[in-house]
C-alpha cells in the first residue's frame, strides 16, 4: 500500500526545512525509516504527502572529534556507531546500546537521531545517550537550538519536538578520559515486542587513585514517561568507595525509589524490581572494571 | 511520477516511477525481479534482505529513492552470468540448507554481505549477521554450516565435508542425499511462488474482514466501493454462486458471511481493482452494519451454558467433538498405583508463521491459454481445494483446475481454504485474472492455528516403576469454524498415554467451538500438546518413586507386542528403545561423569529428556491412498506425477527417488510434477506424515508397474527373456546386448504401445477409534534430550543442545531428513520458549509479525541427531512418517531440563522467565502462568 506520495532528499538543513515548511505539517522527516515507515503501515499516521530525508545532509552524517569532545550527527546508523574506534573506546555505552538494536539491517540503516526523535521511554540508543549526558542540536520552529538530552522527551512516543517541522541535527557529549568510563546492558525476554524489559547505562569516574566515585550518571529505563537519571542513586555513589558494598547500597535505594510498573506482555512490576538490581549490579561492575583498566570491550553486540 | 536511476546486479536502470514505491515493489514489480521475497513488510523476518552499496537492508521498509543513484544486489546477480553459481549458493544446496526456499534469497544475501567483510565467520559471527534473517524450516544448522563451508572455500581452501547422517543399507537411489528438486531455481531466484506470477490485465483483490468476534450482520452496503473508479468487482454472500459454505471435515465455514460474523478473520465481502491501493481503499468504502454479540473467548466458558451458541446446526452445541478413548478399567488401574500424579498443563494456541504469505490467483476460463477456472495456489491439499471451490461456485469438478505452486513453508496451516474460492469468484465475476495476496497481517488473523489446550492428566504408577494407568482430561480450543479440530484433536487424545504400556486409559478430550481464530492442522497435529503433558508427568511420577527418568521410560516403552490405548498390537517397527539409547549414550558420554543438573556462578546447568511416538498417514478408518502417473521419454527421462504438495519438507525428491530407485535410473534423469487437478492424480492431503509413506508408496508401485511394461517391451526388442535383463543407468540390459531406454520408448511408441503408467495406491486398512483393531499402520518414535542453562538471576532460558533419536524407519534422503529433524526441534523450541499467539476475548493481539517472536539463528542449539531406521514392511523400502515426529517431545524435554535446573516446574507454555525468576525468588516450585499471562 502507498505510505507516502513524495519522497525528497534535500541535501542540506536550509532544505529540509523549507520543505517541511512547503507541505505545511504533511510530511515528515525520514532517517532510516525504521520506526516510520513500519507506523506508517501499520496505521498510526495518515498516508503522508511526503516524507524528507535527511540522511544525505552532511551535518547529519558527520561523528567528529574534538579534544575531548565528540558530535555525532542525528543520520548516523546504529551500524557506523558500532564502528567507530573512539566510540568503542571512550563511549563503550552508546556502541553496546546501539549494537543491540534489531538485527544487522535495522542497525545498517537505523539512526541516533531517529531512536530519540521517536521517544521511546526505552529506546536503547537513548538510555546511553542520557548517561552520556549528551545535547541535542535541533531546529525547532525554525530556530537552531541546544537542549539537554532529558529535555527532549515530552511523553511516551512523544518527543520535545515535531518531526513535520523541526529537525534534530546531532548530539554532543564529553568522552569518557582517565578513570572514566561507560557500559551498558539490558534485560530481553525472547517473547513479543523487540522492547526492552529493562535497559540501563552508567558513566562513572573514580578518583585518581581508582579508589572511590568521583562522579556517576546512572539512566535506567523504562522507569518513567520518559527517559531520565536516577539521581538519588547517583548522590549514593559520589564520593563512595568504588566497592561492592556501595554497590549494593546503590542497588538497595533504586529499589526503594524507583517505582517499576508491570506492563501488558513485557513484565510484571516485581520482575522489573529484580531486574533493577541484577542490571544495577552487573552494570555497574563493568564500568567501574573499565574505568579501572581503561580497556573496554563492547559486550552483547548483535545479540543481547 | 519521478526518474530514478539505480544500478541493480550491475545494470543501470533508469526508471519513470511513483515515488511511493519502496524498493523492494520496485525490485518485484518494476523489474520483475522476484526473487527477493517480501515476508511481513514490517522489517523483522528479513527474507526481503538486499544489498545497497554492499550493505544489507530490508528492501520491504526501504524508500526506493533512497536508493537513488546507489547500487543494488539481489539473489539474481550472485550466479555469474555463464550460470555459474556463487559458493554461498552452491553451499546452500550442498549442505542442504534450502527447503522450501522462500527465505533463501535473504538469507544468502545476509550471508554474502558477511563473507564480503569477514572471511572466515565463527558461529558467533554467523548468528550476529543473520540475527534478524528468519527460516522457518531449517532450524539453522545447515546454514551455518553452508556458509562456513562457503567461507573456506572462497579463501581458496576447498569446501567443507557436509554433515550427512549414517544410515544403513543405502540403494541405488535411496538412503542417498540427492539435491532437492527446483533447489538450483530456488537458489538462483528463479523459483516462482504464487506471488510471483502475473498475467496481462490482472486485478488486484482484498477481502473486508469482520469488525467484531462475534456480531450479528444487518445490512451490507457496498456502493460507495463500488462506485470508485478502478473497482471492477464487489462481491459478497449474496454473490455465491454455489453453496456459501466450505469446510475439510465439516463444510460450516461461510465463503462470505451472510447473517453472522464468528470470528475477526471472517470475510464480509471482496473487492478486485486496478491496483492494490484501490482494493484497500474501497475496502474503507464498505458500510457493514454490525449487532455486536457476548464473544465466546476460551474454550471451558464454550461448554458452560451461559455461553451463546455459535453453530446452531451443530448437534451437540460449542461441543465440536468429544473424543474419548477406554481401555482397560482405570479404577482398578488407580487402585493398583503407589504413585499417583495429577496436574494441569496449558498450551497456547500457535502460528505456523511460514514465511510466504496466502497467495490464490484465479483465472478465468479461456484467459491465459487456460480453458477452464483456472486457481493457482500454494495448496497442502490441491484436490479438496477443487472440491470445495467447485462446491461454491456451483461448477462441476471438471470446470475447475487447481495448480498448485511452490509453496514457501506450511507445517500444517495452508490446508484450509483461506483466498482460493475468492480469487475464483472474482475471476468468474470479472473475466480477468485476479491476484489475492494475504499482508502478514491479515495471514496472522486469518488461517487456522495450533489449538491452545488445557490438560488435565492424572497418571498412576507402581512402586517398581510400571505405569498402571492414565486419566486424562483435554480442552481444545478450535476456535470458530471446525477445520480440522476434529482429528487433530483425536490425535491428542489417542496419543495422551504417551509411547508406553499403559494397561488402562480413560482419557476425554472437548473439542469446542469459540469466537477466536480457528485452530486446525500444525506439525504434530495435537499430539505435541499432549506429550507436554504426558512426558512432564513421567518425570513427576520418577522423582516421586525415586527411579532414573531414563530407566521409568525404559521400563514401560512400547514394544513389539505392546497393546496400545486404542487396542492395537504392534506388530512390527518399534524403534523407541532403540531412540531411547542412543540419547543416553550421547548425553553420558558428553562429560565422562554424567550429571542431571550441575551450577557454575549464577548459571544452571541441567538435562531433561522426553520421548514420543507420532501415527504415520490418516488412520482412524479413513481410506489412505494416493495415485501415481509415471511416464518414460525419448530423451531417456521419465516424469512422475502426484498431486501432493511439497511444502518444502521434501515430498518431491522422495517421488523422484523412488521412481529412480525402481528403473535403476540416475536421480537427474526424474522429473517430478506436483500439484495440478489436471495433470497429476490424487495424491490426498499433505498431513498427518503420510505423504513419504502413500505418495513414495504410489511412486514406488507404479515405477516397478512401468519397469514391467519396459522389460516386456525391451525383451521383444532385444529379443532375450524378460527375466534376464537388468537396469543400469538408465540401459536396459542383457549380457552384451542392451538399449537406452529413451531408444526403447521410441520404439514402443512406433508399436503402439504405451510408456505411461497409472496406479492408485491403497495404504494398509486401519480402524476407526473405538473398534479396536490397527488405528494406524505406522509409528514413529523419537527420544530427545535438552541441555539448558538458566541465569538464576534473570531467569532467562537458553537450550544450548538437543540430542535426538528418531525412529523414521528408513531415511529416503539421509541430509533433507536430517533437516527435517533440525528445522522440527528449532520450531519446537519457539512452542516452548518463545511462541504464542495471544487473543484478547475474541480480539487476536497478535496481528502484527513483530509481536510474535519465533526463533532466530541466535536461539539455535547444537543439535545432535541420530536416525534409527526401524523398518516398517509396508513403507517404501520401510520408511514411514518424519514430518512431526520430530517436533513433539522438544517441550517437555525442555521442561523437564528447567526443573532439573531449578527446582521449578513450568505447566504453561511458552516458559515466562519472568514468572520463573519470582518462583525461584518465592521458593515456589511449580508456574501456571505463562508469557502471555503477563498483564
Ligand atoms: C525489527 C526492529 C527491531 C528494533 N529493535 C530496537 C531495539 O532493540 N531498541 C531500540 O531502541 N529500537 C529498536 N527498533 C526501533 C528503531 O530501529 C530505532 O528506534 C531506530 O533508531 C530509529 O531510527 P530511524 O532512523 O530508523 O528512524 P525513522 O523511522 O526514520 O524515524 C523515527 C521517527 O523519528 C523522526 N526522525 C528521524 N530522524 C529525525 C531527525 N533527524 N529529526 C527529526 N525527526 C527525526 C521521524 O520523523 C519519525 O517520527 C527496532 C526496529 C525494528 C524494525
Ligand atoms: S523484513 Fe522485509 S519482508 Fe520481512
Ligand atoms: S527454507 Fe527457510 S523458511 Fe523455508
Redesign the interface.
Known sequence: MKLWNHYHTPHSIDQAIALLNQYQGKAKVVAGGTDLIVELREGHHPIQEALIDVTQIPELTRLTTNNNEIYVGAGVTHSQIVKSAVLVARATCLVESCGVVGGPQVRNVGTLGGNVAHALPAGDGTTSLVALDAKAEIIMSGQRRVVPIAEMFRGPGQSLIDSTRDVIIGFRFVLCSDNEATAFKRIMRPQGVALPILGCAIWVRLNPAQTHFEAARVSIAPIGPTPGRAAEVEAILIGQPATDTIIEQAIETALQILKPRTSKYRATGDYRKEMIAVLLRRTLQLAVQRARTGQAVPEGIGME | MSKLDITVNGQIHHLDI???R?LAQVLRYDLGLTGTKIGC???EC?IC?VLING????SC??????A?GREVQTVEGLAQDDGELHPVQQNFIDHGAVQCGFCTPGLMM?AT?LLNENSDPDD?AI???L???YCRCTGYASVIAAIKSAASEMRGEGSLPVNEPDVSEPMHAISRSVPPQHVREKVTGAAKYTDDYVFDGMLYARTLRAAYPHARILDINTEQARALPGVVAVLTHANVPGENLHGLVYRDWPVLCSDVVRYMGDGVAIVAAET??IA?EALKLIEVEYEPLPVVGDPKFAHSHEAPILHPHHPTGNLLKHIKVRHGDIEQGFAQADYIVEREYRTPTVEHAFLEPECSIGIPPGVAGHEKLTILVGSQIPYQDRNQIALALGLPEEKVRVIGTLIGGGFGGKEDITGQIHAAMLAQATGRPVKMLYTRQESLIVHPKRHATIIRMKTGATKDGKLVAVEAELYGDGGAYASLSDKVMTRATTHATGPYVVPNAKIDCYAMYTNNPPSGAFRGFGVTQSAFAVESNMDILAEMIGIDPIEFRRLNAQKVGTTTATGQVLRESVGLLETLSHVEQDMMSADGDFHWAWRDGHKAYAWGLACAYKNTGLGGGAPDRAEAEVEAFEDGSVEVRVASADMGQGLAHVVAQCTAEELKLPYNRVRVLLCDTDLTPNGGPTTASRQTFVSGNAARVTSALLREALTRSAAEFLDVPPETLYYEEGLLRHNGKSVELGQLVGWMKGNGLSSKVRHEYHAPATQPLGTGGDMHFAFSYATQAALVEVDM????VKVLKIIAGTDIGRAINPLMLQGQVEGGIVMAMGNC????Y?VENGVP?TN?F??Y?MPSI??APEIISHLIEDRVSTGPYGAKGVGEICSINTSPAICNAIYHATGVRIFSL?V???AL??AI?AGQTEVYTA??D??
Not at chain 2, 550493505?55 to 530490508?58: E, K, L, R
Not at chain 2, 521498509?61 to 533512497?66: D, G, L, N, S, V
Not at chain 2, 520458549?833 to 504464542?836: A, I, V
Open positions: 511513483p515515488e511511493s519502496t513488510e514490517e522489517a528479513g534482505t550493505t544489507p537492508v530490508n521498509i526501504f524508500p526506493a529513492f533512497k537513488q545476509t554481505a558467533h548468528k550476529v549477521a540475527k534478524d534473517t492494490e491501493d484497500a538471576e534473570t531467569g532467562a520458549l518463545t511462541e504464542s495471544i493481539w502484527l513483530a509481536r517472536k541466535k536461539h511458552p515466562d522467565q519472568d525468576l519470582r525468588r508469557w502471555h503477563v498483564r
